[in-house]
């Protein structure tokens, strides 16, 4: 771990309220905002990107153990389509990022059994990033285990656009008639379209570096999934803190806006 100096705000794991059940029910698909890389190297008085570096090793460590775990599907934050309104050589950091983290950790995750996959606008990205991209997308396809989906240069916001204007175009045509346009038909247009309809939506979204807020993230698919926010900033992520949002999650009542059958009783 890169450290310098003394952290200004050394952050402290609280004790988790619940206790991770590994036979209690999981989530099928887990998304994450990665927030606070730049706020851990401040605090240790050091360049913004080497908190995007050491970041790239807490994805490593997360991926590894959620997919050990069970989990399905998770999908990072890695890059937002606000994002390029950050200084131009940060920017050019995270855009090299993917080259280095995928060419040292693809082998890893074939080992693992894990595919990569990447939602976005992808068409933007340096040329680059975008090979870096599509070989690990390429080497990884045969695998069957968990779904490792970047959000990379992605916004909900336009993703919800583009799927109104390709729904829109599709009607014109005379392919979809307005009758026919339902929920699904517009899941079926989103980015996490790839997925099977039963993961296609997070049950567990979870926020680090204290911040309570979505961020443009999956505004469509987080309609009924459980938040999870801590206080830990992304680098300081670990094993221990993903399996107590896993534990807030299995101790959660998820009715769905309907009633479990203990309360309906009740009544």
Known sequence: MLRFFPQKNKYIQKESTFTFSHEGPLPGHVAIIMDGNGRWAQNRRLPRIAGHKEGMNTVKKVTKHASKLGIKVLTLYAFSTENWKRPTDEVSFLMQLPVDFFDTFVPELIKENVKVQVMGYKEFLPAHTQDAVDRAIEQTKNNTGMVLNFALNYGSRAEILTAVKEI?????????????????????HLMTGFLSNELRDPELLIRTSG?????????????????FFTDALWPDFNDELLESALASFQNRNRRFGGLKETEEEEK
Do not use: C, G, V
Request: aromatic fraction near 8%.
């Open 168 to 188: 829109a175009t599709k009607t014109a045509n005379r392919e979809l008639s307005p009758e026919d346009i339902t929920e699904a038909t517009i899941a079926d």
């Open 211 to 227: 911040e309570e807020r979505i961020s443009n993230f999956l505004l469509w698919q987080i309609a009924y999934s459980e938040l």
